[in-house]
């Protein structure tokens, strides 16, 4: 698409009209990337930068020097999260487009799942300061802390803190029980200040959230960009099994409460009703400690985490109920006590299309291929959402993999990705920045 098309087709965008042919500096972009995977880089493998550790703390250093350098402005809020903006004096009273992700990973993750979000969001927003491109609604940079949950178990925990959707707070703790307030304060936060990290009811106009796919949907159909439709929800249960811990030599078969064999029935009753009943999309068990966990003694408790996804909530509640009745089988079975608790419920939610239709004009400028689709896993996108229109772009994950040393992305992808993110920043003023505008993307 060129610029006579925009002008032919009456978008009324002048800054998209005005900077049609800018594009971010991709090389700067990718050597940012590595420089960041270095962080938490794992001797076993791929890395770990767990969210609220030394690790992610390091990887906020290297933002602000990053933004320093650039000459941008930054800070950090109570929960954690990372902001950075253009300096300059204080602008008008409104609503910013609020771009970016999360920098944390899993134990032994990829270098990209986040980081890139973040990292591209840094060079659009520097490549807009470096041209003096004035926008009409204020671009502003965030990395949220914590979106993963792999240390302290509260994912979406800066994303949540913004939107002010915390439950009890200051109860998360990691699993061996260290409360999320020493690391709080170690990652420069500040815990009895988390209501100021909350952002009031129209002071986001939209969110956007550039990620790789983490499937193989876009890299078996050679297609560059995803625009996402909808994002998947998401229930955690976290299951404790109580038997008996008993010898393992002389005791009888009959007369034992394993409790590790009453987990292992829950565990294939996870898969069981996603694989094979198709009750909701996926359902795993990820997490699973046995105590004592030694070899000649019958496990006498198990804690163990299980999930289920949909984007469909009525499917997402269904696969809740589901399992917790195969838990209450399983109990009744094994004569083990099994409790079942909710850690964390995430709804499915939509895109807003206008977003969408600004992010297919975009990649259609680049003369790049795109696909609509669904998102399979969470982001921090559909926190926001309680909060602001939001939109999400993909872009291919080699192989499909993510959550894994093996997670990639072709160098090439990466810079399509963000130059199209480069243009839906730019595309999306004229949407958002009408009088009234900051409110109807969500039609």
């Known amino acids: 698409m060129t610029q006579s098309d925009l002008k032919a087709r009456g978008a009324g965008n002048a800054v998209l009209e005005r900077h049609a042919g800018l594009r971010i500096d991709g090389a700067r972009m990718i050597e940012e990337l590595e420089l960041l995977g270095e962080i938490g880089a794992d001797p076993a493998g791929g890395v770990t930068r767990l969210g609220l550790s030394a690790q992610e703390n390091a990887a906020r250093d290297f933002l602000r020097d990053r933004c320093g350098a650039a000459g941008l402005h930054v800070e950090t809020d109570p929960a954690g999260n990372l902001f950075a903006r253009r300096p300059g004096p204080p602008r008008a009273p409104g609503p910013v487009l609020l771009v970016g992700s999360h920098m944390d990973t899993v134990v032994q993750g990829?270098?990209?799942?986040?980081?890139?979000?973040?990292?591209?969001?840094?060079?659009?927003?520097?490549?807009?300061?470096?041209?003096?491109v004035d926008l009409p609604v204020e671009m502003v940079v965030v990395a949220f802390a914590n979106e993963e949950g792999a240390l302290i178990q509260a994912p979406f925990w800066g994303s949540r803190a913004l939107c002010g959707s915390l439950e009890n707070p200051l109860d998360a703790t990691d699993r061996a029980g260290r409360p999320v307030s020493a690391y709080l304060t170690e990652s420069g936060g500040t815990p009895e200040r988390l209501a100021d990290a909350v952002w009031p009811p129209g002071s986001v106009a939209a969110f956007l959230e550039l990620h790789i796919e983490q499937g193989p949907s876009l890299e078996r159909h050679g297609v560059p960009v995803g625009v996402v439709e909808g994002i998947v929800g998401r229930t955690i249960l976290d299951i404790d099994v109580t038997g008996e811990a008993q010898h393992a030599g002389t005791t009888p078969m009959p007369d034992r409460r394993d409790a590790l064999v009453a987990a292992a029935e829950i565990v294939l009753a996870t898969r069981r009703i996603a694989a094979e009943d198709g009750v909701c999309t996926t359902a795993t068990t990820g997490y699973l400690t046995a105590t004592p966990n030694v070899t000649n003694t019958v496990p006498g408790e198990v804690r163990l985490s299980a999930e289920v996804r949909d984007t469909d909530p009525v499917r997402l509640a269904r696969g809740e109920a589901v399992l917790r009745e195969q838990c209450a089988r399983v109990a009744a079975a094994s004569g083990c006590r099994i409790g079942v608790r909710a850690a964390m419920r995430s709804r499915p939610v939509s895109t807003a299309p206008p977003l969408r239709?600004?992010?297919?004009?975009?990649?259609?400028l680049l003369g790049l291929k795109h696909r609509t689709m669904p998102s399979g896993a969470g982001h921090d996108a559909q926190i926001v959402a309680q909060l602001a229109p939001i939109g999400m772009i993909f872009v291919p994950s080699s192989r499909g993999v993510s959550h894994a040393p093996g997670e990639d992305t072709l160098p090439g992808d990466l810079v399509n990705g963000a130059n199209v993110l480069l243009h839906t920043v730019l595309g999306a003023q004229a949407e958002l920045g009408r009088p009234g505008g900051h409110g109807s993307p969500s039609g």
């Open 110 to 132: 990829g270098r990209l799942d986040g980081a890139y979000g973040v990292i591209a969001a840094l060079e659009v927003l520097r490549v807009l300061h470096e041209h003096r």
């Open 357 to 364: 239709g600004v992010i297919r004009e975009a990649a259609d």
